[in-house]
């Protein structure tokens, strides 16, 4: 059983960044592969980043490589997306899910937060 709450979310200019957070309770937090996605209004639910339960190994959709970095705590029971270089095509509503596979598909994650709105202006 876990439980996500995502905080970090706001408006920001393009070319700036922010930092998502999503706290996590449950006591086998530590063995879920935990993702971050994104959706804007009319589009679908798409794949930001994922990271392995041992935070070893990281997943990112293409337009966000190199531009967002995906982390975790498991001591701290937290998951973080640092997004940098923002665009306004970035904006969107951010939810943090939780997956005990491994995989980038939505129906894959079996807990998920109520989500954070970024808001990149140009």
């Known amino acids: 059983q876990v439980q996500l709450v995502e905080s970090g979310g706001g408006l920001v200019q393009a070319g700036g960044s922010l930092r998502l957070s999503c706290a996590a309770s449950g006591r086998t937090f530590s063995s879920y592969t935990m993702g971050w996605f994104r959706q804007a209004p009319g589009k679908e639910r798409e794949f930001v980043a994922a990271?392995?339960?041992?935070?070893?190994?990281?997943s990112y959709a293409g337009s966000m490589k190199g531009r967002f970095t995906i982390s975790r705590d498991n001591a701290k029971n937290t998951v973080y997306l640092q997004m940098n270089s923002l665009k306004p095509e970035d904006t969107a509503v951010y939810h943090c899910?939780?997956?005990?596979?491994?995989?980038?598909?939505?129906?894959?994650?079996?807990?998920w937060g109520q989500g954070t709105q970024v808001t990149v202006s140009s």
């Open positions: 899910a939780a997956s005990k596979s491994i995989g980038t598909h939505p129906s894959l994650y079996e807990y």
């Open positions: 990271i392995s339960w041992s935070g070893g190994h990281t």
